[in-house]
């Protein structure tokens, strides 16, 4: 099993930059690919970004895509999100996911329903 903790997440002007973390407890977190997902009140999860067990594959959202980077340490068990050019339309609540059932294909999810483990989810807010 492996406990997954968001942090970074706040309130920021459009055009402005937040960092998300995403902390594993496993001591095999390094064997779990990792997505990003999104949630704005009254609308379903959507995914945002993902990067395999290795970091040598990731995928953004087209959305998101040339504005946020996926990114991992596995050394310090840890992914990131980096997201710059914030605009409104990104407020949500920002979820991490892992799940191990991959490892050891290098490869990516992007579907909810293929992840088993959930963070407890960060908010970001962007004031236009």
């Known amino acids: 099993q492996v406990q997954l903790v968001e942090s970074g997440g706040g309130l920021v002007q459009a055009g402005g930059s937040l960092r998300l973390s995403c902390a594993g407890s496993?001591?095999?977190?390094?064997?779990?690919?990792v997505g990003w997902f999104r949630q704005a009140p009254g609308q379903e999860r959507e995914f945002v970004a993902a990067?395999?067990?290795?970091?040598?594959?990731?995928l953004h959202a087209d959305s998101v895509k040339g504005r946020f980077t996926i990114s991992r340490v596995n050394a310090r068990n840890t992914v990131y999100l980096q997201m710059n050019s914030l605009k409104p339309e990104d407020t949500a609540v920002y979820y991490c996911?892992?799940?191990?059932?991959?490892?050891?294909?290098?490869?990516?999810?992007?579907?909810?329903?293929?992840?088993?483990?959930w963070g407890q989810g960060t908010q970001v807010t962007v004031s236009s």
């Open positions: 990067i395999s067990w290795s970091g040598g594959r990731t």
């Open positions: 996911a892992a799940d191990s059932k991959m490892y050891p294909v290098d490869t990516i999810v992007v579907v909810p329903t293929d992840y088993t483990y």
């Open positions: 496993a001591r095999t977190f390094s064997r779990y690919g």
